[in-house]
């Protein structure tokens, strides 16, 4: 395994923030990433002033299913049905 990914899972397990710079030519940013078991109210504080954007978790499929959560593509294309511009919003990746 590439020796950067391994230092990033090591930091990740720590509970440290992994920074993810996307691709010169795209989005052209960096994304914070820190395990979900290791979200504190700090660290949603740091990734919104620091971060800014939008906050993501992943979970299987089961866990948002029972928990009644959409995917956020979902979300804007049922609000783009009422306001046109939020079509534009959903992601194209």
């Not at 052209?28 to 504190?40: G, K, L």
């Not at 620091?50 to 992943?58: A, E, H, Q």
Request: proline share 4%; net charge negative.
């Amino acid at each position: 395994m590439n020796r950067q990914v391994e230092k990033a899972l090591e930091e990740l397990r720590k509970g440290n923030f992994v920074l993810v710079y996307d691709a010169d030519g795209r989005e052209e940013e960096t994304d914070f990433f820190i395990a979900a078991e290791h979200v504190t109210p700090d660290a949603i504080y740091r990734m919104r002033k620091d971060g800014g954007g939008l906050i993501f978790i992943m979970l299987k499929y089961e866990a948002a299913e029972k928990l009644g959560l959409p995917y956020m593509a979902d979300i804007i294309y049922k609000c783009g049905n009422r306001w046109p511009v939020f079509k534009e919003l959903i992601p194209n990746d």
